[in-house]
C-alpha cells in the first residue's frame, strides 16, 4: 500500500490542525495504521496507531488527551486530529501501515507514507 500524508501547517501553540494519510489501493482494510513523528536531531517516535478495524487505538503519553486517532476504510484514509497543540509537537509526521501485529516501533512498520511538517509557534 502506497501512503500520502498531507494537512501539515504552521499553527499557534493551543491551536489544532488534522492529518490525513490516504492510501491507495483497496488493501487498506487489512493494515493497521499509525502515525509517528520526527523532530530535527531526534529520531522517529509513534504518536498514535488504530487497529484495522478502528475499534482499538493505542497512544503515546505526549498525545493522550490531546490528540485523536481515527480511519475510514471506505476513504482509504487514516487521520490524526491534533488539539492543544505546543512547540514541543514541532515535528515531521508520517503515517505508516503495518500488515500484521500492533506493536508500534518503528522498525515493525511496513509501509511508509511521506511526511508532512507540523511547526507549532510560541
Known amino acids: 500500500v502506497q501512503l500520502q500524508a498531507s494537512g501539515g501547517g504552521l499553527v499557534q501553540a493551543g491551536g489544532s490542525l488534522r492529518l490525513s494519510c490516504a492510501a491507495s489501493g483497496r488493501a487498506f482494510s487489512v493494515y493497521n495504521m499509525g502515525w509517528f513523528r520526527q523532530a530535527p536531531g531526534k529520531e522517529r517516535e509513534f504518536v498514535a496507531g488504530i487497529t484495522l478495524s478502528g475499534s482499538v487505538t493505542y497512544y503515546a503519553d505526549s498525545a493522550k488527551g490531546r490528540f485523536t486517532i481515527s480511519r475510514d476504510n471506505a476513504k482509504y484514509t487514516v487521520y490524526l486530529q491534533m488539539n492543544s497543540l505546543i512547540p514541543e509537537d514541532t515535528a515531521v509526521y508520517y503515517c505508516?501501515?503495518?500488515?500484521?501485529?500492533?506493536?508500534?516501533?518503528?522498525?515493525?512498520?511496513?509501509?511508509w507514507g511521506s511526511g508532512t511538517q507540523v511547526t507549532v509557534s510560541s
Open positions: 505508516a501501515a503495518r500488515r500484521y501485529g500492533s506493536t508500534w516501533n518503528v522498525n515493525d512498520m511496513d509501509n
